[in-house]
């Protein structure tokens, strides 16, 4: 847990502010979400599966929330990129989180787990 709490507080402001509101909102969703740090990025799963990833993107230095099996959550405002699998949802950091927004696809994407074997 030592490792995840570092990669939060080593971010510099607005985005540490901004990714521990997304980790709070994630872990809130659901108890049977986890957290742990894949690849250097906190990975947070559910019924052992990844779920989604906090990040920030190089080029902007906007954080990001990237679903892992993205390719079922059908939202305009989730962003494919070159990926196949996942898509992102940019955050905004000087902007209110939209939490319902989250919440809402979280909600689909934890609904896939439960559909998908």
Known sequence: MQEVATYYFNKEEPNKSCLLSLRTIILEQHSGITETLKWGTPCFSFKNKMLC?????????????????????????????????????????????????????????????????
């Not at 962003?79 to 919440?103: F, H, V, W, Y």
């Open 53 to 117: 990833f906090l990040a920030v993107t190089k080029k902007t230095g906007i954080p990001y929330i990237l679903f892992v099996e993205g390719k079922y959550l059908n939202d305009p405002e989730l962003e494919t990129g070159n990926r196949k699998r996942m898509k992102s949802l940019a955050i905004d950091p000087l902007k209110d989180i939209p939490k319902q927004r989250i919440q809402q696809i979280l909600n689909t994407a934890l609904n896939v787990y439960q559909y998908k074997k």
